[in-house]
């Protein structure tokens, strides 16, 4: 999702399950995840820096919705150092669902 961001609608999608009045970038993701499940998305991928509370914030909101909405969900928060080789098989699981789950949408008609 690399166009451009309408900020506002965001902020929009977001106040159901988060205040306005926290700043940092809690919102903006929160509001990013909803976009990209209600876009047809078929997994989402949330990174965030060491001990960060925003991101954490945003993992607790957007981890149960993706649960409700079989949305794949891998959280990454980076300490700066290099990738674990365990975390790059959580990728290769990610990825798995990620394509299964398209898979499942391609072979299920639309209502």
Do not use: W
């Amino acid at each position: 999702m690399a166009e451009n961001n309408d900020v506002a609608a965001l902020f929009d999608r977001a106040a159901e399950h988060v205040s306005p009045t926290i700043f940092g970038e809690a919102i903006p993701a929160v509001g990013k995840g909803i976009e990209a499940a209600a876009e047809g998305y078929d997994g989402t991928l949330l990174i965030g820096p060491f001990n960060c509370l925003p991101y954490r914030i945003a993992e607790a909101i957007l981890r149960p919705l993706s649960l409700q909405l079989n949305l794949p969900m891998l959280t990454y928060e980076s300490d700066g150092y290099a990738v674990a080789p365990a975390f790059l098989r959580q990728v290769d699981v990610h990825i798995q669902q990620v394509l299964d789950r398209a898979s499942r949408r391609r072979a299920t008609p639309p209502p």
